[in-house]
């Protein structure tokens, strides 16, 4: 069973900038995608990025030059940076993987099997 920790959310100014992780744990096999979604209160939760065993990388267009993710396979750790940091960034991000190949768009939350409990980033002006 994979297990999936988030931490690093907070609150913090427009302009500023957070750097979330992800610890998994539990897997035999290396997560073919892994993932960070968001979810707004009274919104559908979004992809916001992902990133392929092979390095692959996906972004949805409203955090694209402003969010960076990363993966250290050798730490088992998932991370996003995410500056410049707008009030519409605000949600609870979660991580999540899938062991999955096929499994079409890389940012549709449907698609990942594994997810964390969430972490909170509050951006305010």
């Known amino acids: 069973q994979v297990h999936l920790v988030e931490s690093g959310g907070d609150s913090v100014q427009v302009g500023g900038s957070l750097r979330l992780s992800c610890a998994a744990s539990g897997y035999t096999y290396s997560p073919s995608y892994m993932g960070w979604f968001r979810q707004a209160p009274g919104s559908k939760r979004e992809g916001v990025a992902t990133?392929?065993?092979?390095?692959?990388?996906y972004y949805a267009d409203s955090v694209k030059g402003r969010f960076t993710i990363s993966r250290d396979n050798a730490k088992n750790t998932l991370y996003l940076q995410m500056d410049s940091l707008k009030p519409e960034d605000t949600a609870m991000y979660y991580c999540a993987a899938t062991t999955s190949f096929n499994i079409g768009y890389p940012l549709r939350p449907a698609t990942f099997r594994y997810w964390g409990q969430g972490t909170q980033v509050t951006v305010s002006s």
């Open positions: 990133v392929a065993e092979n390095g692959t990388l």
